[in-house]
């Protein structure tokens, strides 16, 4: 049941909402975490955590437990058909877990819940936040079936449409039309390509995404013109036949999963609003190309978790400025570096040798590949 007053009331159970909770529950303090969903999804959405990530999730306990579930990739691999044209390489990071850790964004979520239960915490279910009054002193959240909480603190973790953003009046601002296309699926393939690797085929009809997922199957990601409503196998067999390996094809046996999404490139116009603080998709959404969506997420959540225990403990709110302040610039590198990886495959044939070279040189020189390799890895500057 839900509780009349609470210090912190988090919106939405999925990595960002959780990574948040579990982050105050380590300091000690008790968050009321809502989700109007009756239970979590299934579904393995984003299927990568990086080492960047993982060093963050370290400090709340989550990092081993994840890494245990998961599949660890040395390498991401830019390639053109057959043809590789970029390596970096993950296992010299500066990191306890020098590689990108392949896992299904359910055993995430389930591992950060596992967690939250044993520092003594729940999601409550389902409750969807309808209502939110602000006031100098905090906000009375309303609830579909009429329940009320007064909240000192909202975290708005309620996803790309999420309801505490708009309900504190705070823009999300983009373009008018539909956005990115995009096709994903977890499938089982026939392949000769290497499975301690993540490869991104850069086609001339757009990108796709190949990584191993723990147990055998592969995920599949492309940017498509126009997704089919229902994915089926033939349609991965054509974009695999189309982008991906040209001497040894591979062939789709199974799908297991498929999906399709659009997306814009939007970030919030602030990341506070008074007692209102964004975290995660409520607070940015990008293409998936390099996997950085839910990991920049995640690491909003440890940082926002840490700031408020901060201010709960009788620091100055100040701190939740910061906190604002500093992600937000984040985001915006985090939507760039997304839009530059989709423009590598937007080159208009014409330029295409010359990128091939420019990329080879690139992957034929060390510290660029260590730079890349920090970057996609999402490390940050510390104290951010
Ligand atoms: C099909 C699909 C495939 C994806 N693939 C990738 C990928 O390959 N790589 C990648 O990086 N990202 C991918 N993403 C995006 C990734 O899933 C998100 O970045 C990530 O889930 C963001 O986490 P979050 O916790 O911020 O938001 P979400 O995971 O969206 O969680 C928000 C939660 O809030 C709850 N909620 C919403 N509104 C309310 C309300 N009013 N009241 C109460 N609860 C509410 C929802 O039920 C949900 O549980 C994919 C997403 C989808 C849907």
Known sequence: MLPERTDVLVVGAGPTGLAAAVTLAGHGMTATVVDRLPTPPLTSRAAVVHAGTLEVLDRIGVAAPLAARGLPSTRFTVRDRDRVLLTVP???LPSRYPYALLVSQAETEAVLADRLTGLGGR?????ELTGLDLDGAGATA???GGETVRARWVVGADGMRSRVRELAGIGFGGP????ESFLLADLRVDSALPRDQVNLFLARQGPLVWAPLPGGPVRLVAAVDDAPREPEARHFQALLDERGPARRPDRVTDVLWSSRFRIHHRI??????GPVLLAGDAAHVHSPAGGQGMNLGLRDAVALGDALAAVLAGGPDTLL???AAARRPLAEEVLGFAAGLTRLTAVPPAARPLRDLVLRA???LAPVRRRLAVRLAGFEP???
Do not use: C, I, K, Q
Request: aromatic fraction near 16%; charge should be positive.
């Open 176 to 179: 008018a039309d539909p956005g």
């Open 321 to 323: 400025d910061a906190y």
């Open 268 to 273: 919030a116009s602030s990341y506070r609003s």
């Open 90 to 92: 993950f296992d010299r």
């Open 382 to 384: 510390t104290g951010r």
């Open 362 to 364: 690139a992957s034929g």
């Open 142 to 144: 309303t609830f579909a």
């Open 123 to 127: 999601v409550l279910r389902p409750y």
